[in-house]
Antibody
């Protein structure tokens, strides 16, 4: 079964850092681009960042550029999001998502995890 | 990276059809045939319903269809059923390795 499990969320003070992880199983992880998408409480989806299968292409939303860093460890079947200089507006449920087609970056997100909640508050 | 524009809500009776619009710009929806649609029930993760504008993933009902004209993409749900009541989001590739979502549309089955 294809599965994505996020972890690392929690309560953090503004200005501090947090690192999210996404453990993948049930598919050949290093064949697929991966993304982070977030959803603030009661709000819509917001794309955060994406990385292709070999980390050769990476993108960020303007709202997180310069503060967040996406990475992956294909040997560990894991995706990461390093979040620095956190702000109250970063408070959200963070989902990791796999793309539909192997070796294709510009693709839809076909499998999603259940998310990990990040709350930024003093 | 401005959010794509969707109607906040759409309501219709069971068995009828609805169409949800998703308006972007020539930099995103209008430039790429890379619009996808997601269904999200309360407390659940999103589910992919349409990709590349009009293609359905395996297992998605053929009551769901997608199209695009210019800078506007559309999702049509025919034969509306109670289980279709959910939030729907469009998403488009926006160039420079970035993606943008719409604000979401709440579908109510009367």
């Amino acid at each position: 079964e294809v599965q994505l499990v996020e972890s690392g969320g929690g309560l953090v003070q503004p200005g501090r850092s947090l690192r999210l992880s996404c453990a993948a199983s049930g598919f050949t992880f290093d064949d697929y681009a991966m993304h982070w998408v977030r959803q603030a409480p009661g709000k819509g989806l917001e794309w955060v960042s994406g990385i292709n299968w070999n980390s050769g292409s990476i993108g960020y939303a303007d709202s997180v550029k310069g503060r967040f860093t996406i990475s992956r460890d294909n040997a560990k079947n894991s995706l990461y999001l390093q979040m620095n200089s956190l702000r109250a507006e970063d408070t959200a449920l963070y989902y990791c998502a796999k793309v539909l087609t192997p070796k294709w970056f510009y693709d839809a997100f076909d499998i999603w995890g259940q998310g990990t909640m990040v709350t930024v508050s003093s | 990276q401005s959010a794509l524009t969707q109607p906040a809500s759409v309501s219709e009776s069971p068995g009828q059809s609805i169409t949800i619009s998703c308006t972007g710009t020539s930099s995103d929806v209008g430039s790429y045939n890379l619009v996808s649609w997601y269904q999200q029930h309360p407390g659940k993760a999103p589910k992919l319903m349409i990709y590349e504008g009009s293609k359905r993933p395996s297992g998605v009902s053929n009551r769901f269809s997608g199209s695009k004209s210019g800078n506007t993409a559309s999702l049509t749900i025919s034969g509306l059923q109670a289980e279709d009541e959910a939030d729907y989001y469009c998403c488009s590739y926006a160039g420079s390795s970035s993606w943008v979502f719409g604000g979401g549309t709440k579908v109510t089955v009367l």
